[in-house]
T-cell receptor
């Protein structure tokens, strides 16, 4: 079964709204989580690395004030798209590495969140 | 810099045909990891395989097989006797030692298997 739960799976909202997406690790602790964005018919691009108890690390070109990441516990990371606009419409996916023997197991991906800004 | 190239944007085959999805990567690291993931229309990523740079053995898993060649920096994926359920977007990805869980994805190949 799923070991990383992502919520919501789909959200539609008006331009200017802030949207929060949650990524939870189930039955394991994740000190690090990753957030990816996928535009339609394109690849997944890493946006940021979420670190429990410290600031997230953003990839080049990703606005940290636009995409707020909070990793307040060992099982939850949140991505908030602030003042969302239609160009922020995308598929957002989180992932978390296994908590033990990580190099022998693939990391777990959430099922993704489809964000549509009207 | 790390880069993964999947030159085939979309492939269409008829059921039972064999199909090979190409993946070419670039990295200056000597230790790295390569992956293939399947993304069905529902969107979730399904893990298929992981290979480290020191393991060039080809692998077969049922109808799936992978050909890793460091000499050409390629990690190609073949589906034998394709089925309609194989229709999906397939991503090749690369990660580095020391940053194992940070993935660099290719642009994906959409596979359409027609009955």
């Amino acid at each position: 079964g799923a070991v990383v739960s992502q919520h919501p799976s789909w959200v539609i909202c008006k331009s200017g709204t802030s949207v929060k997406i949650e990524c939870r690790s189930l039955d394991f602790q994740a000190t690090t989580m990753f957030w990816y964005r996928q535009f339609p018919k394109q690849s997944l691009m890493l946006m940021a690395t979420s670190n429990e108890g410290s600031k997230a690390t953003y990839e080049q070109g990703v606005e940290k004030d636009k995409f707020l990441i909070n990793h307040a516990s060992l099982t939850l990371s949140t991505l908030t798209v602030t003042s969302a606009h239609p160009e922020d419409s995308s598929f957002y996916i989180c992932s978390a590495p296994p908590d033990m023997d990580g190099n022998n197991q693939p990391q777990h991906f959430g099922d993704g969140t489809r964000l549509s800004i009207l | 810099a790390q880069k993964v190239t999947q030159a085939q944007t979309e492939i269409s085959v008829v059921e039972k045909e064999d199909v090979t999805l190409d993946c070419v990567y670039e990295t200056r690291d000597t230790t790295y990891y390569l992956f293939w993931y399947k993304q069905p229309p529902s969107g979730e990523l399904v893990f298929l395989i992981r290979r480290n740079s020191f393991d060039e053995q080809n692998e077969i898993s049922g109808r799936y097989s992978w050909n890793f060649q460091k000499s050409t920096s390629s990690f190609n994926f073949t589906i034998t006797a394709s089925q309609v359920v194989d229709s999906a977007v397939y991503f090749c990805a690369l990660s580095r030692e020391g940053d194992f869980n940070k993935f660099y994805f290719g642009s994906g190949t959409k596979l359409n298997v027609k009955p």
